[in-house]
């Protein structure tokens, strides 16, 4: 375990957090857990497992990952429960249905699952409880919002949620009321140490922006985020033209392709055609946490602009790198956010007020440096992974 040791944050999260993390994991300590997911890379709960599971080792915790196996087929089908769940009017067929189920019975029946606790992240692997033995608890962790979900979507599913032992949320807003189901908060957090997030000198951030031929010249507005639709990338557009109109400077777009996202090439090669008459904008799909690390300590402001949202770390890894942060009121960026005081909360769409708050930020040094440094320390309280490490063990520590 050598260099993902729990005694390297001691100098973010303190002695005392450190020791109730020791405390919380003594009553545990040789407990089996197993996460479960969809992919190994691609968006915040693949980062957040990377570290998560190394640091329950580290204190006692037997950890172990695995992902559902199934052929790309199946990801178009979970994608769409995916935008139910958060509200679209979508309908499964009866044999995407079938389809769904059909994995979820296979993978759960021919894995090696021996473990004390299993925690099952988000909708894509959810119907693997139907198909064992029951004999220790369950937990789903939802990472999506469930507040305000398409009816007909819920009811497929609700049944299967119903099985497990409790439900993890990120905000108490994403609490699905009359669900009869113990429910938990458990909010998301950043990894200080891990590429996306570790120190960088300038000159590496320069090397890092001039291999993507990314100017550093004039002030970037950069938008970290899956290409999807939720994510709103035509806006970003629309809100980045006003900008330029004001104040010369360049927009870069950076998003990966999650395996069990199917949507994001479209949605990409849509948004490419649409930015090919408008100066200084740079599109890149590159997995490059470093890059991602370098783009929000070079930036002028990050922008978050999303119509629908999960929790959104990327602000909260803005804001741990002292970068001010222009985001749309959704999901958990709220709960990252304190308007005016750490960054600017603008309503969803509201292209007008994103293009005031960034141009004020523009125009105004120190306004960026007095948001930026209130952002790090607020990040620094509320959303590192030590944090959300005690919340896991005491959480496990009460379903045993």
């Avoid at 909010?187 to 993507?212: C, G, H």
């Avoid at 803005?318 to 309503?347: C, H, R, S």
């Avoid at 959300?388 to 045993?400: C, N, V």
Wanted: aromatic content about 6%; some cysteine.
């Amino acid at each position: 375990m050598d260099g993902v040791g729990i005694e390297k944050y001691v100098d973010y999260a303190g002695v005392e957090l450190l020791a109730n993390i020791q405390r919380a994991a003594r009553t545990i300590y040789g407990l089996r857990v197993l996460h479960v997911n969809s992919t190994f890379h691609g968006g915040g709960v693949a980062m957040m497992l990377n570290c998560l599971i190394l640091l329950m080792n580290d204190v006692g915790i037997n950890a172990d990952w695995t992902l559902l196996y199934a052929d790309p087929g199946l990801f178009p089908i979970t994608k769409k429960i995916r935008n139910g769940i958060q509200g679209e009017d979508v309908s499964l067929t009866p044999r995407e249905e079938q389809r769904y189920l059909s994995v979820n019975k296979t993978f759960a029946r021919y894995s090696p699952i021996v473990h004390d606790v299993v925690v099952v992240h988000d909708p894509q692997p959810l119907p693997m409880i139907r198909y064992r033995q029951r004999e220790n608890p369950w937990i789903w962790r939802c990472h999506i919002d469930v507040s305000n979900p398409n009816q007909q979507m819920l009811s497929m599913l609700q049944p299967m949620i119903l099985r497990y032992d409790a439900c993890v949320v990120s905000s108490e807003d994403f609490r699905k009321p009359g669900l009869a189901l113990e429910t938990r908060i458990i909010p998301p957090a950043i990894d200080p140490f891990s590429e996306v997030n570790q120190k960088m000198s300038e000159r590496t951030i320069e090397r890092r922006l001039a291999k993507y031929k990314i100017p550093h010249d004039k002030p970037l507005i950069v938008q970290v985020s899956r290409f999807d639709k939720r994510k709103d990338p035509l806006g970003v557009l629309e809100v980045y033209k006003r900008v330029k109109k004001e104040v010369d400077c360049c927009l870069v777009m950076i998003g990966n392709m999650a395996s069990d996202d199917p949507e994001g090439p479209a949605i990409f090669e849509d948004l490419f055609l649409k930015t090919q008459r408008v100066k200084d904008i740079h599109l890149i799909t590159q997995t490059d946490p470093l890059l991602v690390n370098a783009l929000q300590r070079a930036a002028a402001v990050v922008v978050q602009l999303l119509r629908k949202e999960g929790f959104g770390l990327t602000v909260s890894e803005a804001m741990w790198k002292e970068t001010p942060v222009v985001a749309a009121n959704v999901g958990g960026i709220p709960m990252q956010i304190e308007d005016g005081n750490t960054d600017f909360l603008i309503e969803p769409q509201d292209y007008d007020a994103a293009a005031e708050r960034i141009l004020k930020i523009l125009r105004d040094p120190n306004l960026g440096a007095k948001l930026g440094s209130n952002g790090k320390k607020h990040v620094h309280a509320n959303f590192l992974m030590p944090r959300l490490l005690l919340d896991w063990l005491e959480l496990l520590s009460e379903m045993i």
